[in-house]
């Protein structure tokens, strides 16, 4: 563990999470907070350019932002779905990780900025999720030039899109890469409970408070809020990361279960003392920076030009050593 992590947990375990545990319950407040946070924290780095667009959406256009960096290709793109409960979040406040995440791939990254709850609960996100993956086939990208990445509830949101594609046998796309995804809206799984203490940055109190305002009166075994519960078959490669010592660990190494099931080529790396999508904090956190080099050198191989063309492709396991636990 490095210097770096021991101190971010400090601070994460005594400062942020009592705050978000008192946090108040209006959106528009939790919003506002999580953006001065990103603003104040996350750097934005000079490799990378931006631009803004909108896409056709179920009920009026859906807002979205571009992060590109130089050279990047046409043909192959990700579309990042951020995290934030399914209460907050925008491109505002996630576009330093997607800009992390050209940077290692050299890819154009998609951030929409989905409706949210509780003004859009459940299935508005996921509409949203499946009308920005249709308007990029429709702009003439091949499906499996398309990565998709997510983190926490916006890993969820990448997998509940990948189950509405799998159940329709429509085109896929070509590799997702998920970090700390959400993936069952039940609760149900024991690390809510083993982790609950171990867990530095999400209050276990203010999770179920956030499924429920999310799903609306909705029920939680739906696999398109719950994609722990989905069908995959035909699912391309996915690498999920997530840490033993948080509550939505079980989330991920049952949700790569599940996706195991239906033949899926996945690869699950569960790290050790991080936080909840840890990732966020790359540029000065070593273990942010390792795990999204791992995140770009398997992007860049499953969306590959070349490598799509080969009747057969390496596993992500045979070209990088598995992470440090």
């Not at 540029?283 to 080099?293: F, I, N, T, V």
Request: a negative charge.
């Amino acid at each position: 563990m490095s210097i770096q992590l021991a101190l971010l947990n400090t601070y994460l375990r005594w400062i942020e999470k009592p705050l978000l545990a008192r946090a108040p319950d209006d959106p528009m407040r939790l919003r506002a907070g999580m953006k001065r946070t990103a603003d104040r924290v996350f750097r934005w780095p000079e490799t990378v350019r931006q631009h803004g667009d909108f896409v056709p959406g179920p009920y009026g256009s859906i807002e979205c932002v571009w992060i590109i960096p130089d050279g990047a290709p046409q043909d192959r793109m990700i579309i990042h779905f951020h995290g934030g409960a399914f209460l907050m979040g925008s491109p505002a406040t996630h576009r330093h990780l997607a800009a992390a995440l050209a940077e290692r791939t050299g890819l154009r990254v998609l951030l929409p900025h989905y409706r949210l709850a509780p003004e859009h609960p459940f299935p508005a996100a996921v509409e949203d999720a499946r009308a920005v993956w249709q308007a990029m086939l429709e702009k003439g990208l091949s499906p499996d030039r398309i990565g998709l990445t997510g983190d926490s509830a916006g890993g969820g949101l990448a997998l509940a899109l990948l189950h509405s594609l799998c159940i329709e046998d429509a085109p896929r796309p070509g590799a997702l890469a998920l970090m700390s995804p959400w993936t069952d809206m039940t609760l149900s799984n024991e690390s809510h409970h083993r982790n609950a203490l171990r867990e530095a940055m999400l209050p276990t109190s203010r999770i179920g408070q956030a499924r429920d305002i999310y799903m609306g009166g909705g029920p939680a075994d739906d696999p398109t809020a719950s994609p722990l519960f989905g069908t995959f078959r035909g699912a391309p490669p996915v690498l999920i990361h997530a840490s033993a010592a948080e509550v939505l660990e079980d989330d991920a190494r049952l949700m790569a279960a599940r996706l195991e099931r239906f033949g899926t080529d996945v690869t699950l790396e569960i790290w050790n003392r991080t936080p909840h999508c840890w990732h966020l904090f790359h540029g000065w956190l070593p273990e942010a920076d390792e795990a999204l080099d791992r995140i770009g050198s398997f992007l860049r191989h499953h969306l590959d030009a070349e490598a799509l063309e080969k009747a057969e492709r390496p596993r992500y396991e045979e070209l990088r050593p598995p992470a440090k636990a």
